[in-house]
């Protein structure tokens, strides 16, 4: 599992899976947190022992630097 | 806004507006806990300013009463 482009490239998402429900709703914490710290805020989708996060620049409709900054980050949290 | 039933009226879900990521944020908390609570977990998506939240039972591909218990209580949060 790693960072997946979308379609017409102009996203980047990642799928993660936990063993609980609890344990997503933890890493989606630190997600948020990580966004909110950055200033650069992802779509996260989760439930059950799954998250996916996606992640784009608004203001650009695209891929900028920051959001491989922020993909980097998650991929450093201890739960992934 | 209210509950919405998808296609085959397999799902009920709800779209959720806030004025920025933390109270988003904050709102997914509340439902995460409630869903531990209950024992019955949603799938939860979200991102700056707004959330989504789809109930079904996964047991049975399709609602059950604790589907509609769960949005109720979401209805109840104090963000909503």
Not at 45 to 72: M, P
Request: one cysteine or more; proline letters at 4%.
């Amino acid at each position: 599992d790693d960072w997946q482009l979308s379609e017409n490239a102009s996203r980047i998402r990642r799928e993660f899976t936990f063993p609980d429900f609890n344990t997503a709703l933890t890493f989606v914490n630190h997600v948020g947190h990580l966004a909110e710290e950055m200033g650069h805020h992802p779509e996260i989708c989760f439930g059950w022992g799954y998250a996916s996060v996606e992640i784009w620049t608004h203001k650009i409709g695209g891929l900028h630097e920051n959001d491989f900054v922020l993909a980097a980050r998650i991929d450093r949290l201890p739960e992934v």
